[in-house]
């Protein structure tokens, strides 16, 4: 499994709890779609799994390991090795070209880095060939300000793709999209993953994008000691 979530509980101080969740995994190669209402612990979740908060009880384990294990230094590295973040507003730095803010986790992790000169011979050559499928090979220099919505998020998945990631984690990324571009872009996305074998787990609060996985839950199923 690339991720196994057991006996989950989390909340915040003085709050009731948010996150109840007795099992769920995602396969290796697996695409997951998972829905809920906006403020019903999506990125909460997101969070526990990308291991930037703790829960309070339970395991998280990502590639057999046990982030609960791992001191806030070993987290945030395991994190840049084997996880690509897909986040709701891009989070894009608009003074930096596109081929540069693809490249960003390299410079993060010598595994990504390694495996991107590996396959490519240079981390330009590979920001190249991932840009050109995602149809962006003509802006590579062009400062990320400069680009559409949807080139953005294109931008956006480049950065969480490259160097092969294991597991691709999407917050809400198509909010911003119509309906057409959406599923153009989940199509991309999906094709992506599949040629870099990476998992993805795509949460979003829009129904009509959930034919496009191989499984679909809400969080609501989850939670309460749900199994999955």
Known sequence: ????LKDICFGWPGQPVLIDIK???ISR???????????????????????????QTGSVRVL???????NSRQRDSFRADHLGLIFQQF???????????????????????????DTYGSEAAGAAALLERLGLGDLMDREVAQLSIGQQQRVAAARALIGEPELI?????????DGDSRARFIELL???????????????????????????????????????
């Open 64 to 70: 057999d390991t046990s982030t609960g294990t791992l």
């Open 91 to 117: 989070n894009l730095l608009p003074y930096l070209s596109v081929q540069e803010n693809v490249l960003l986790p390299c410079g993060f992790s010598a595994l990504r880095k390694k495996r991107v000169i």
């Open 29 to 55: 190669g697996e695409k997951v779609f998972l829905h809920g209402p906006s403020g019903s612990g999506k990125s909460t979740l997101l969070n526990l799994i990308s291991g930037i908060q703790q829960p």
């Open 169 to 177: 984690i999407a917050d809400e990324p198509t909010s911003a999209l």
């Open 1 to 4: 499994m690339i991720l196994t």
């Open 190 to 228: 999906a094709e992506q993953c599949e040629a870099s074998h990476s998992s993805l787990l795509f949460v979003s609060h829009d129904l009509s994008l959930a034919g496009q996985f191989d499984r679909s839950m809400s969080l609501a199923q989850l939670n309460n000691g749900g199994v999955y």
């Open 23 to 25: 099992h769920f995994a």
